[in-house]
């Protein structure tokens, strides 16, 4: 069964599953003591580290162990505002930073901090002047990631650093998604990091905090990793992670090139086999295997369902497949079509096979899910909605009174879209539809039909009925 979701976790490399075998036998004592097998887990455990500096590009003695990615980012942040109080409480973060990131953030503006959030752009890009922009007076911290965990833009990590370096606020960089790739460019400060995410076990992250920046260790500590992640450390998994991150980084060169051939595959052959996609993310400055795609007029959980029916496991960002009825924050401040998202990321040895069943499978599985929600077809027309009525006549191609109404109202994505799809072909050109919605994917995915379908997207207003009320002028 074709696993597509390495984006979430990868599987467990060889080397990462031979060390930590090994490891179990070797490395069970406290590092900490100086009797024979507490000496033979410390070699273990400096091994690691070193290891896991070099692929990193920092001092063994700048880099510490957590007990994940996520403790490592919230550990990252709040030390980092903590040992620059003095300078001020402003915490500048992008707005498709990894929730762990924002959650972090939330934290720092319930206890009286500032945070401010970059805008990105439709691709998912800060703009490097846009950020360093926003590095205003009594800035503590900037954070930014290396590259996106939902549609794989990278990040100008390095023009940012740079911008930071210059008014002296450091840069923290979650490189979770990117450093089993490479290592991040540019003059960061603080590194976050997550061992699943590049084939090391679950349960490991690591933490790199360059000599010279102020530093306050937050909570409980203890001895143990320079008092930045307390507890025994779990040194099986910690030499599983430092080994499978030195495999991968030796593989990365020509698996990478091998994933972004399929990669480009599925983003050239999606749009030409599937009507009503749109690709997200940056195509070219992109992490190499990951893809992301959104089709209009599917719900996003019946059509994961689906393809795991047929073989495939991928994830999705909308709206539809979570419990907040929500879309993602990513897909949200891209101004992107949300429902019927799919997100494939391509684990190491995807054959180019398994791309093409995707490929094969993919049509046919969109197509039923749209035949289900009774979708029209392209030369639909305004006669056939329950959920329409008419408060107004259109006449000459201009609304004579009110716009035709749409009530979708308690209905979830992506119905509200389909009911406007099914009443716009009976709109005079230069009439207008107003769509009531309640769910929040309607913000995203009524401008993104429009700009598919060549309508002019007119916004939003108040309804008197409850949610809000979307106009749509037909233009073709």
């Not at 075998?21 to 410390?42: Q, V």
């Not at 973060?93 to 990105?120: I, K, N």
């Not at 040194?235 to 430092?242: M, Q, T, Y």
């Not at 007029?297 to 709206?319: I, K, M």
């Amino acid at each position: 069964m074709p696993y597509f979701d390495a984006a979430s976790a990868a599987p467990l490399h060889p080397v990462a599953r031979q060390a930590l075998l090994a490891s179990l036998d070797e490395g069970w004592a406290d590092p900490a003591r100086l009797y024979r097998e507490g000496r033979r887990a410390r070699l273990l455990l400096d091994a690691a580290r070193e290891a896991a500096a070099e692929a990193v590009g920092c001092r063994a003695d700048e880099l510490v162990f957590t007990p994940s990615g996520t403790r490592a980012v919230h550990a990252g942040v709040s030390g980092a505002l903590a040992g620059r109080r003095r300078a001020g409480n402003r915490l500048v973060v992008s707005a498709v930073e990894h929730s762990s990131v924002l959650h972090a953030a939330e934290v720092h503006a319930a206890a009286g901090g500032t945070v401010a959030e970059v805008p990105v752009d439709r691709s998912g890009a800060v703009d490097a002047g846009a950020f360093a922009a926003a590095l205003g007076e009594g800035t503590a911290l900037a954070c930014l990631q290396s590259a996106n965990h939902e549609v794989g833009t990278a990040q100008p990590v390095a023009e940012v650093a740079e911008a930071c370096r210059g008014v002296g606020v450091p840069l923290l960089v979650d490189a979770a998604q990117s450093l089993g790739w490479g290592p991040v460019e540019g003059g960061w400060s603080l590194l976050a990091a997550s061992a699943h995410k590049w084939g090391g076990p679950a349960g490991v992250g690591l933490l790199a905090v360059r000599k010279g920046v102020r530093f306050a260790p937050q909570g409980p500590s203890d001895e143990r990793e320079s008092g930045r992640a307390p507890g025994f450390e779990n040194l099986p998994a910690i030499v599983a992670a430092a080994a499978s991150l030195r495999a991968v980084r030796a593989e990365a060169e020509a698996e990478g090139a091998r994933l972004r051939e399929l990669v480009d595959r599925i983003r050239a052959r999606v749009p030409e086999l599937v009507p009503d996609v749109e690709v997200v993310g940056d195509p070219v400055r992109r992490l190499p295997h990951l893809v992301t795609f959104s089709c209009l007029y599917v719900d996003g959980e019946t059509l994961l369902h689906e393809l795991d029916r047929e073989g495939f496991s991928v994830s999705s960002g909308s709206s539809c497949t979570s419990s907040t009825l929500t879309p993602s924050h990513v897909l949200r401040a891209m101004g992107v079509l949300s429902e019927g998202n799919v997100r494939v990321s391509l684990p190491a040895g995807t054959s180019a096979e398994d791309v093409d069943r995707f490929l094969d499978v993919l049509p046919g599985v969109v197509a039923g899910v749209r035949e289900r929600l009774g979708v029209p077809g392209a030369a639909a027309s305004a006669a056939g909605s329950g959920a329409v009525t008419a408060s107004g006549a259109v006449a000459g191609g201009v609304p004579a009174g009110d716009a035709l109404v749409v009530d979708a109202l308690g209905r979830r994505c992506p119905i509200p879209v389909i009911e406007l799809a099914k009443v716009i072909g009976g709109v005079p050109v230069g009439g207008t539809v107003r769509v009531l919605a309640d769910d929040e994917a309607a913000r995203l995915d009524i401008p993104a039909w429009c700009d598919m379908r060549g309508q002019e997207y007119l916004g939003e207003e108040p309804s008197a009925r409850g949610g809000v009320a979307y106009l749509v002028r037909r233009t073709a």
